[in-house]
């Protein structure tokens, strides 16, 4: 048996990239899957890929900023499939500048998305899952479920021209901390993936015209210039950036039974990258 069979996971964030190998990876070990995206055509896409590979999903597409989300994505779950048991807060992008240079809007957009929403996810979760653990602990059961935060490494030694993402990144460490210590009595692990270079659309290598992506109505740069993706290569050990699969596979660790004693902790999948 595959095992997370009969889980059922909230991933926000899920529509592409990191977020989409991360629903995929867990529908693969039989979790039921709450797929999520800002637009609703990737998000719809990766619920038919679930579905194709005898999985089951849904999406709840939106901005995970956006009043009520949460309670809305929450109660999907609950609602479709019956239960709780894995919420993976994965939803961002990035938002650079100097700091003489960043608005207050754009400082407060970065932790919007990466720590008040997955506050909000997790406080939205939070009387589900007490009702649950207390039938659990009742019945002498002992149920262990997961929240993984995706963090960076951003956020843990910062990064010139991220003050808004690594304040973020850094802030959702702690948050991941204080959830263990309030959570450990539901049964909770609650542990943070900080990520290092990872290969996607938000870290391609800039061309002749730099990309944009639209985020409620913004056009955000993304991409990083090739020179930058060459310096970071040969700093990262393993010798290139990594892949959103081996991403995935990282926050697969903590989602597995195998983790059931791990709390409170953050890895970093950087292939060896520590600065």
């Not at 951003?154 to 959702?172: C, T, V």
């Not at 993304?222 to 290569?233: D, S, T």
């Amino acid at each position: 048996m595959s095992k997370l069979q009969g889980k059922v996971a909230l991933v926000s964030g899920s529509g592409r990239g990191i977020g989409r190998a991360i629903a995929l990876k867990l529908a693969r070990e039989g979790a039921k899957v709450v797929v999520n995206d800002l637009d609703a055509e990737p998000g719809n896409a990766v619920v038919a890929e679930i579905k194709a590979m005898d999985g089951e999903a849904i999406a709840v597409n939106g901005s995970v900023v956006e009043a009520g989300f949460a309670d809305r994505f929450v109660g999907a779950a609950i609602e479709t499939f019956g239960g709780l048991d894995i919420i993976v807060n994965n939803a961002g992008y990035t938002w650079d500048s100097t700091i003489q240079k960043m608005s207050d809007e754009q400082f407060q957009a970065m932790l919007d998305v990466h720590l008040v929403a997955p506050f909000r996810i997790l406080r939205a979760a939070s009387e589900p899952i007490r009702v649950m653990a207390k039938k659990e602990a009742e019945a002498g059961r002992e149920v262990f479920r997961k929240v993984v935060n995706i963090s960076s490494i951003a956020g843990l030694y910062g990064n010139a021209g991220q003050a808004s993402y690594s304040s973020a990144k850094a802030s959702l460490i702690g948050l991941t901390r204080t959830m263990c210590k309030e959570w450990g009595r539901y049964k909770v692990n609650v542990n943070c993936v900080a990520f290092g270079l990872i290969n996607t659309r938000l870290t391609q290598p800039i061309e002749s015209q730099q990309k944009t992506i639209d985020v409620g109505g913004r056009d955000i740069k993304v991409g990083v210039q090739p020179q930058m993706l060459e310096a970071m290569g040969r700093m990262i050990p393993l010798g290139r950036g990594g892949t959103p699969e081996e991403a995935a596979d990282a926050v697969y660790l903590f989602c597995a039974p195998e983790s059931n004693y791990i709390s409170g902790q953050v890895i970093v999948a950087g292939g060896g990258l520590l600065i």
